[in-house]
């Protein structure tokens, strides 16, 4: 059967368009789109949104570099947080610990502080105060999982849950520090896998501190307990995840203290974290490791780029 389009001339982002000699109708050349959903911008510019949100600019920030609106990088934001949700719990799923688990919890707000809260805020979809769960693997150095929520014992079940299913059967330590919601959780969700050590560190009250000062307290000593199963005390610790959380608030726009650039949304902030996460196991080359962790974990062969976790 004879073709009957013909060449009409290129459109927006000179992409090419045809004309039906029969109908006379016009169309695009066909073409794949970032997240196979309905975006309209060319994967270049996708992918330059989120090179500068991963890398710690403020949405305002990425749309200004980008030259696109700031409702757009929302947008991208959260189809991007979404797939990478999605593939992280895809990819992580029975990996072996090579050494052993570290957890922690990093604080941020989302609208406004918890002792703002009123009921007028509430209703206006104002969260207060929310806790990033993080878990991550001692050697590998991976983000073997994390969880969003409130600083309570149901969020923090829900995250050894997550535990459970990125992990392979097998014993390993994990080192929390002393929230409480650890002890049982663990003891549920991890009990044939997990040796629980406890890492408590001292420091000293707040009056040895400089007056109208950031400056942190002074260490004092550090707890080491056994809350179950036989962990090794003399490697317990909490130290790495730590340093995590450093990389995470610097690299992590919206969780950079005295800024204006603190989510105003869950769902927002929800999807920036996923998209931190995605980057930083399979993109993001760990400066001690030489290679992502990802490879380090070995569940992945190569350094990862954005147009392959857009196509992801």
């Not at 931190?276 to 380090?296: K, Q």
Request: with cysteine.
């Amino acid at each position: 059967m004879q073709n009957r389009n013909v060449k009409a001339g290129r459109g927006r982002n000179n992409v090419q368009r045809w004309k039906c000699q029969q109908c006379g109708k016009r169309f695009s050349e066909p073409r794949e789109t970032p997240f196979g959903a309905d975006v309209r911008l060319p994967q270049e510019t996708v992918c330059r949104i989120l090179h500068c949100l991963v890398e710690g600019n403020s949405v305002r920030g990425s749309a200004r570099l980008c030259d696109v609106e700031k409702r757009t990088v929302l947008n991208i934001l959260k189809l991007a947080g979404e797939n990478c949700e999605r593939l992280l719990t895809e990819r992580i799923h029975n990996v072996k610990v090579q050494d052993s688990l570290e957890l922690d919890e990093v604080w941020t707000y989302v609208g406004c502080h918890r002792k703002w809260l009123t009921p007028e805020r509430v209703a206006k979809d104002m969260h207060g105060d929310a806790y990033t769960f993080i878990c991550l693997e001692r050697s590998t150095k991976l983000v073997m999982a994390w969880h969003l929520g409130k600083r309570d014992r149901v969020n923090t079940e829900d995250f050894v849950s997550k535990i459970r299913w990125a992990t392979a059967p097998g014993w390993f330590d994990v080192s929390t520090d002393g929230f409480q919601p650890y002890e049982t959780a663990i003891d549920a969700g991890l009990y044939d896998r997990a040796n629980h050590a406890q890492v408590v560190k001292l420091f000293s009250t707040h009056l040895d501190r400089i007056p109208e000062s950031y400056s942190p307290a002074r260490f004092v000593s550090v707890a080491k307990d056994a809350v179950s199963g036989n962990p090794d005390l003399d490697r317990a610790g909490t130290s790495h995840v730590e340093r995590k959380n450093g990389t995470f608030r610097q690299w992590c726009k919206r969780l950079t203290r005295l800024t204006y650039a603190f989510s105003k949304s869950w769902d927002n902030l929800r999807a920036a974290l996923a998209l931190h996460f995605a980057y930083y196991n399979l993109c993001r080359v760990h400066g001690s490791l030489r290679i992502t962790p990802a490879m380090a974990a070995g569940i992945a062969d190569h350094i990862w780029t954005l147009d392959e976790l857009i196509g992801a």
